[in-house]
Protein backbone atom coordinates (compact mmCIF):
# COMPACT_ATOMS: atom_id res chain seq x y z
CA UNK A 1 0.00 0.00 0.00
CA UNK A 2 0.84 3.38 -1.13
CA UNK A 3 0.19 5.95 2.09
CA UNK A 4 1.02 8.89 0.66
CA UNK A 5 1.06 12.12 2.78
CA UNK A 6 1.16 11.72 6.69
CA UNK A 7 -0.53 14.37 8.37
CA UNK A 8 0.16 15.84 11.80
CA UNK A 9 -2.41 14.17 13.47
CA UNK A 10 -1.52 10.74 12.37
CA UNK A 11 1.76 10.73 13.26
CA UNK A 12 0.18 12.08 16.90
CA UNK A 13 -1.87 9.19 16.74
CA UNK A 14 0.98 7.01 16.13
CA UNK A 15 3.12 8.49 19.05
CA UNK A 16 0.37 8.48 21.43
CA UNK A 17 1.00 12.29 21.64
CA UNK A 18 -1.05 15.48 20.42
CA UNK A 19 -1.46 17.12 17.14
CA UNK A 20 0.06 20.19 18.72
CA UNK A 21 3.19 18.44 19.89
CA UNK A 22 4.03 17.17 16.90
CA UNK A 23 4.12 20.36 14.56
CA UNK A 24 5.60 22.44 17.72
CA UNK A 25 8.45 19.27 18.19
CA UNK A 26 9.08 19.98 14.13
CA UNK A 27 8.74 23.15 13.88
CA UNK A 28 11.21 23.50 16.69
CA UNK A 29 13.71 20.53 15.37
CA UNK A 30 13.46 18.46 18.05
CA UNK A 31 10.67 15.85 17.01
CA UNK A 32 13.14 13.84 13.94
CA UNK A 33 9.99 12.62 11.50
CA UNK A 34 10.09 15.34 9.03
CA UNK A 35 10.48 18.90 8.08
CA UNK A 36 8.13 21.84 9.17
CA UNK A 37 8.57 24.83 7.02
CA UNK A 38 6.78 27.91 7.08
CA UNK A 39 5.56 29.84 4.32
CA UNK A 40 4.47 33.45 4.93
CA UNK A 41 2.63 32.75 8.08
CA UNK A 42 1.68 29.23 7.33
CA UNK A 43 3.61 26.02 8.52
CA UNK A 44 3.74 23.02 6.25
CA UNK A 45 4.71 19.62 7.36
CA UNK A 46 6.23 17.03 5.05
CA UNK A 47 6.51 13.72 7.59
CA UNK A 48 8.83 11.07 6.27
CA UNK A 49 7.26 7.29 6.97
CA UNK A 50 10.88 6.29 7.46
CA UNK A 51 11.54 8.47 9.99
CA UNK A 52 8.81 8.09 11.93
CA UNK A 53 8.89 4.23 11.69
CA UNK A 54 12.44 4.81 12.99
CA UNK A 55 11.47 7.32 15.91
CA UNK A 56 8.11 5.38 16.94
CA UNK A 57 9.28 2.14 16.37
CA UNK A 58 6.28 1.28 14.61
CA UNK A 59 5.08 -0.25 11.44
CA UNK A 60 3.93 2.97 10.03
CA UNK A 61 2.22 1.97 7.28
CA UNK A 62 0.00 -0.83 9.00
CA UNK A 63 -0.27 1.66 11.46
CA UNK A 64 -2.03 4.61 9.13
CA UNK A 65 -3.88 1.90 7.31
CA UNK A 66 -5.57 1.39 10.58
CA UNK A 67 -6.03 4.80 11.25
CA UNK A 68 -7.10 6.12 8.23
CA UNK A 69 -9.80 2.97 7.70
CA UNK A 70 -11.05 4.08 11.35
CA UNK A 71 -11.32 7.58 9.77
CA UNK A 72 -13.05 5.80 6.92
CA UNK A 73 -15.26 3.88 8.98
CA UNK A 74 -16.51 6.95 10.86
CA UNK A 75 -17.55 9.03 7.92
CA UNK A 76 -19.98 6.32 6.69
Known sequence: ???GRILPTEAAM???VSPQFVRVGMQQGKLP???AIKMSSIWTYHI???LLQEYS?????REIEKIRQ???NKIE
Open 1 to 3: MEI
Open 48 to 50: SEK
Open 14 to 16: ILN
Open 33 to 35: IGT
Open 57 to 61: GKNVE
Open 70 to 72: REE
